[in-house]
């Protein structure tokens, strides 16, 4: 805890300086830090970094942050809030000499200590985790942290060897569904497209937990549970395996067949479908699972076409997409047990109706080019059936 407090300090007032002077450098293309005009610094306003962490991160593509921002986010998120807008109402009151002064002393301030590495603030944020005195607020506050944190790929592979994927996996059976949602998407991060933190994670046994977690009545926990179990079977076959072992294609099939479910989970259900049938036709050394050709859960695949939701009618055509292209799935199912004809020729209609619409045209445009492709697949699938029994 020394490292926090002797940070303090010079945190909040390296924050304060640089808020008052982030105005100025949001337009600025030349990037890091500099340091403003008096005039300019003491016309700017205290504009405290809007917290993002909250925002559905799932798909994002942001490629981490620098190692001021890191502070900078740390130095705010641990200040009172009125504590800084009297410093920085000080720094606005103070004349161009002083402010000059204050500037070097900032400076010298900062090299003495130097950034604390992101490691550093991992340890820290794991050592809060591991504080079971701490308050539910710091706890949450150091999983957003985290959360930031474990999306560079070295933090993540950094995230074991300090201890933290144990502990952060803990958190997944606390009793506070906010603290499970926050560790699930944690792991799901530092998962995503990175091997080694996958084996870690399914070493540690979390998969069974994150799957149960995705059954949950607390929508965003299901969510960021699937977004998590996504992540850790992606291209990884050891994964997948322990989730068949796990029941995992009936939990797949329970929430695709279900209406009663929110549309953002199923959507994210049948993108790890379509995930996993497109894993197997690259892997065709490995057998195919039946389950993909089971007719009752094609048909309820089949059926999400005709949902309310278009960006579901989307994911489920990808998921068709790769189902049709498996060695095991039959056309005549599709055609008869699914109704995919009918299915895909309703889909064409209410395309060329949104298509009218300038808002939804581009798209609709989209969607349509892809739902003519199924139909293409179906029909050579439908053929060759055809041309055997002929
Ligand atoms: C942008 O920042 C550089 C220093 O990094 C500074 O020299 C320049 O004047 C700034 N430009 C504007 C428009 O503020
Ligand atoms: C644990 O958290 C409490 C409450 O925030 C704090 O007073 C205490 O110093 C912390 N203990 C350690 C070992 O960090």
């Not at 060695?327 to 109704?339: N, S």
Request: one cysteine or more; aromatic letters at 6%; glycine letters at 4%.
């Amino acid at each position: 805890m020394e490292l926090r407090s002797s940070w303090m300090v010079a945190l909040t007032l390296t924050a304060v300086m640089v808020t008052a002077v982030t105005a100025d450098r949001s337009n600025n293309k030349s990037g890091g830090l500099y340091w403003s005009t008096a005039e300019e610094e003491a016309q700017a306003q205290l504009q405290p970094r809007v917290d993002d962490s909250a925002v559905d991160a799932d798909f994002d593509a942001d490629g981490g942050f620098s190692s001021l921002d890191s502070m900078l986010q740390w130095a705010l998120g641990h200040s009172d809030p009125d504590q800084l807008k009297e410093a920085a109402k000080e720094v606005q009151g103070l004349n161009p000499s002083d402010l000059n002064k204050r500037r070097l002393e900032i400076k010298q301030l900062m090299e003495e200590l130097k950034t604390p590495s992101d490691a550093q603030l991992m340890k820290v944020a794991i050592l809060d985790l591991k504080n079971s005195s701490l308050s539910l607020e710091d706890r949450h506050r150091a999983m957003e942290e985290l959360l930031e944190l474990v999306e560079p790929i070295d933090n993540a592979n950094d995230l074991n060897k300090l201890g933290g994927l144990a502990v952060v996996i803990g958190e997944l059976d606390q009793s506070d569904s906010e603290t499970r949602k926050m560790a699930a998407w944690i792991i799901g991060k530092a998962s995503q497209n990175n091997p080694l933190v996958q084996k870690q994670v399914l070493e540690l046994g979390a998969l069974s937990k994150l799957m149960k977690m995705v059954k949950s009545s607390f929508v965003e926990e299901a969510i960021k549970a699937i977004y998590a179990v996504s992540a850790l079977l992606r291209n990884n076959i050891a994964g997948q395996e322990m989730f068949y072992e796990e029941s995992g294609e009936k939990l797949l099939q329970d929430i695709v067949s279900d209406s009663s479910i929110g549309n953002r989970l199923r959507i994210r259900a049948v993108v790890l479908l379509g995930d996993l049938a497109e894993f197997q036709l690259g892997n065709t050394d490995k057998d195919e699972r039946p389950f993909f050709s089971n007719r009752i859960f094609l048909k309820s695949v089949v059926d999400l076409t005709s949902a309310a939701d278009l960006h579901l009618q989307e994911k489920a055509l990808i998921a068709i997409k790769s189902l049709l292209r498996l060695k095991t799935t039959e056309a005549l199912v599709f055609k008869d047990f699914c109704g995919l004809d009918a299915a895909l020729e309703r889909m064409r209609q209410q395309l060329q109706d949104l298509m009218v619409e300038e808002y939804h045209r581009d798209y609709a445009m989209d969607v349509e080019s892809l739902r003519s492709e199924v139909q293409l697949i179906f029909q050579r699938k439908l053929e060759k059936v055809t041309r055997m029994t002929a």
